[in-house]
Antibody, heavy 120, light 103 residues
């Protein structure tokens, strides 16, 4: 069974770059069955899709974040990562890594989430 | 961009009640809709995909229906474990959520 685990700093200073990694276990990140993504949830608010990366290597980002987001895959480590630049307090949230199935077009596996606070 | 709305935003119900949550898309999305359940401090859990397909391991009291622009998630007999927030999702857009709490 596929499992995902986020890792990275819990505190980031304003204007700096938030960097998170998601480690995939129980399956290969190179699988053609899945795509990979990041979703966040500010405290007390709803879910916001950040971006996704597909088997082909194509990436898709939320237009509201596109200028600041990079998602990439490291096949040698079975990991994918998120970089969000020029962060502000509005980027404070729980960040989830997810996998999506091409066949059902839904995010079927989620990491436990990691809280990232932007503060000086 | 397709917008997703949900109603109601909050729903108060009792154990054993039949509960229905509605999700509407701003344009037709065929059957490409998923439903998730989220409990406080936990990651969302996929319940339904392709509008009406039950994810493996999800109790059969959960069901989904609809196509086009209007969809529903129904819990046939609400259980104590079902008090949570429910989100619909199409591609990269989530609805605002419906919180189901105890009446």
């Amino acid at each position: 069974q596929l499992q995902l685990q986020e890792s990275g700093p819990g505190l980031v200073k304003p204007s700096e770059t938030l960097s998170l990694t998601c480690t995939v276990s129980g399956g290969s990140i190179s699988s053609s069955s899945y795509y990979w993504g990041w979703i966040r949830q500010p405290p007390g608010k709803g879910l916001e899709w950040i971006g996704s990366i597909y088997y082909s290597g194509s990436t898709y980002y939320n237009p509201s974040l596109k200028s600041r987001v990079t998602i990439s895959v490291d096949t040698s480590k079975n990991q994918f990562s998120l970089k969000l630049s020029s962060v502000t307090a509005a980027d404070t949230a729980v960040y989830y890594c997810t996998s999506g199935s091409y066949s059902n077009d839904a995010f079927d596996i989620w990491g436990q989430g990691t809280m990232v606070t932007v503060s000086s | 961009d397709i917008q997703m709305t949900q109603s109601p935003s909050t729903l108060s119900a009792s154990v054993g009640d039949r509960v229905t949550i509605t999700c509407r898309a701003s344009q037709s999305i065929s059957s490409w809709l998923a439903w998730y359940q989220q409990k406080p401090g936990k990651a969302p859990k996929l319940l339904i995909y392709k509008a009406s397909s039950l994810e493996s391991g999800v109790p059969s009291r959960f069901s989904g229906s609809g196509s086009g622009t209007e969809f529903t998630l129904t819990i046939s007999s609400l259980q104590p474990d079902d008090f949570a927030t429910y989100y619909c999702q199409h591609q990269f857009t989530f609805g605002p959520g419906t919180k189901v709490d105890i009446k």
